[in-house]
């Protein structure tokens, strides 16, 4: 699909005619702590976001042109590691799928899926791929490395393992951002939950793990809404992007799946908007709202059960707007819930969001930021493993899949390069 012309710097300083994903603004490029203007020589700063800054060209690399660090996570096909390029010395989260695990788990969908997905998004708070590729028994996918880890193990370090409300509202405000462009590119995610959030370097959130994720194609063209309120511009009506896409796949996590995916009747982007609700429950108790004893009584309380919130002595007192955006977007019925009428556009403008500066969201001081590790020190870290390197692959070896390299055919080996990256 083809997106608008806009483009949004890195600084959040949008150029070009087209509609902004931040709310259409036009702003000035932020002053730094000295109050001179960003210097847009630096690489960092050049960077640009939008689909049309992404140049897609043959793979540049192969597995052995990168060194394994470390393992960073482990999923249902594939492991996720710390590589180092070998002759650039950056470091990557390189996620290597095997080959006959998607054959026998039935999961080539997925990772095509994903793969197409992380190759057309060009989002601040979206994992950026840099290089797709494969080898006889395993697919390869290099991505930018968060450093922060996993959203779900910072909640987990909070006192009470729950965030005040404001700092709430920063995460759901980003994630809203995601959703907004994912959906916007015709993408439903699905998949939303604290294990997929991942945090920079910088403490702003990226979105992981596209293979749940579905695309309408192709995916419609966005429409203006008039916002409800005078004081608002008109916003993107980005439930017309997938309007035509209607599913009936069982995914999702237990206890942020949707009520019409659990009654199996097909469902929307409105299951993002849902998962959401869950999302903001979860930061702000600690627990989500339908967890039963057993999966039966989850889904039952998902199904019946409106949500409560807790109102024991010591539960975190939250104002009566969160209460209120938590509830519509745990609305039962799809067509009724927050998000439902024109996406992202009417959560954006809940008046619990009213506080929230979406134009600058990316330069916000995030609520936690990560400590400096191995990312920060990468070239320490090279040293002190230089002589216990190993391959990828060497150490992944297993054998070929019979029929598996037509199976694979299609998948896309490419490099990706990003407007700006060259000076990082
Ligand atoms: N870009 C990244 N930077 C840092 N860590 C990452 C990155 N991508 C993934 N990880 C780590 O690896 C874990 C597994 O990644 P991911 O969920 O994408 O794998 P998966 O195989 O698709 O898992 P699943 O079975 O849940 O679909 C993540 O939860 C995270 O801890």
């Known amino acids: 699909m083809t997106t608008s012309s806009m483009t949004t710097t890195a600084t959040g ?21 000295n109050g001179s203007a960003l210097d847009l020589r630096r690489g960092a700063f050049r960077r640009t976001y939008s689909s049309n800054s992404i140049k897609k060209k043959s793979i540049e690399v192969t597995p052995s042109s990168f060194v394994k660090i470390r393992l960073l996570g482990k999923g249902d096909v594939g492991k996720v590691y710390l590589v180092r390029q070998k002759d650039t010395d950056r470091l990557y989260a ?21 793969q197409e997905i992380l190759a057309t998004s060009n989002h601040p708070f979206i994992v950026t791929l840099y290089h797709s590729f494969q080898s006889e028994d395993y697919l390869y996918l290099c991505m930018e490395y968060c450093m922060g880890g996993e959203f779900f193990r ?17 995460y759901a405000a980003e994630v809203i951002a995601a959703l907004e462009y994912l959906h916007l590119m015709g993408f439903i995610y699905r998949d939303l939950k604290p294990e997929n959030i991942l945090l920079h ?20 063209e966005p429409t203006v809404v008039k916002s409800g309120s005078p004081s608002m511009p008109p916003a993107i009506d980005t439930k017309s992007c997938i309007a035509n896409l209607r599913t009936n796949s069982f995914v999702g996590t237990e206890e942020y799946i949707a009520p019409e995916v659990i009654k199996g009747c097909g469902h ?105 590790s191995f990312g920060a020190d990468a070239i320490n870290f090279r040293q002190m493993h230089e002589s216990v390197s190993l391959d990828i692959e060497g150490e992944e070896l297993v054998h070929q899949h019979p029929g598996a390299k037509n199976l694979f055919a299609n998948f896309s080996s490419v490099t990706l390069h990003h407007d700006g990256d060259d000076d990082l």
Not at 201 to 220: E, N, R, V
Not at 346 to 366: I, Q
Request: with cysteine.
């Open 268 to 372: 929307t982007s409105a299951v993002d908007w849902w998962t959401l609700g869950i999302l903001m429950y979860e930061m702000l108790f600690g627990v989500t709202p339908f967890k039963g004893k057993d999966r039966n009584a989850t889904f039952q309380s998902i199904l019946h059960t409106d949500v409560q919130f807790p109102d024991h002595p010591g539960a975190q007192p939250i104002s009566s707007l969160c209460k209120s955006v938590i509830r519509k977007l745990l609305i039962k019925d799809d067509q009724l819930r927050l998000g439902s009428k024109a996406g992202a556009s009417d959560v954006k403008s809940h008046p619990f969001f009213k506080t929230t500066n979406w134009a600058l969201l990316r330069h916000l001081p995030p609520p936690i930021i990560p400590q400096p």
């Open 154 to 170: 910072a909640l987990q370090t909070r006192p009470g393992k729950y965030l005040q409300e404001e700092d709430a509202k920063f």
């Open 13 to 33: 300083t949008t150029v070009g005619n087209g509609s902004s994903l931040n709310g259409g603004l036009h702003l000035n490029i932020p002053k730094s702590p």
């Open 201 to 220: 370097q910088s403490g702003h959130i990226m979105l992981t793990d596209f293979d749940l994720s579905k695309q309408s194609s192709p995916a419609g």
């Open 94 to 114: 390189m996620k290597v799928l095997s080959k006959k695990e998607m054959i026998k788990r039935n999961k080539i969908k997925r990772a095509f899926a994903e």
